[in-house]
Nanobody, 121 residues
Framework: QVRLVESGGGLVQAGGSLRLSCSAS????????MGWFRQAPGKERELIAR????????LYEDSMKGRCTISKEYGKNTVYLDMNSLSTEDTAVYYC??????????????WGQGTQDTVSS
């Protein structure tokens, strides 16, 4: 079974930046398509960004487009999300996701436990 472990979340002031990391272990030696979702209080989980299993292509959703960058470590199932210009509306639990395919689908097979990111005003 693939296990995803996230790190890097926490408390940041509005206008600040955060970097989230996620590494996959166990279950597979194949490259995984990976991505990040988030769920704010009282809202549904939404996709933020995804990256293909080779890391060659990225896709950003409107929620954080222009304020985040997703990247994948070459040859590894480790993905990063660099976020900047954060506002209180970015407060949410951020989830790493992965899938054994070229592109991450809307319902990935593997999920991290989530990391709480809080943006203070």
């Amino acid at each position: 079974q693939v296990r995803l472990v996230e790190s890097g979340g926490g408390l940041v002031q509005a206008g600040g930046s955060l970097r989230l990391s996620c590494s996959a272990s166990g279950g597979t030696k194949s490259a995984l398509a990976m991505g990040w979702f988030r769920q704010a209080p009282g809202k549904e989980r939404e996709l933020i960004a995804r990256i293909t299993r080779t890391g060659g292509s990225t896709l950003y959703e409107d929620s954080m487009k222009g304020r985040c960058t997703i990247s994948k470590e070459y040859g590894k199932n480790t993905v990063y999300l660099d976020m900047n210009s954060l506002s209180t509306e970015d407060t949410a639990v951020y989830y790493c996701a992965a899938h054994p395919d070229i592109v991450l689908p809307s319902t990935p097979r593997y999920w991290g436990q989530g990391t709480q990111d809080t943006v203070s005003s």
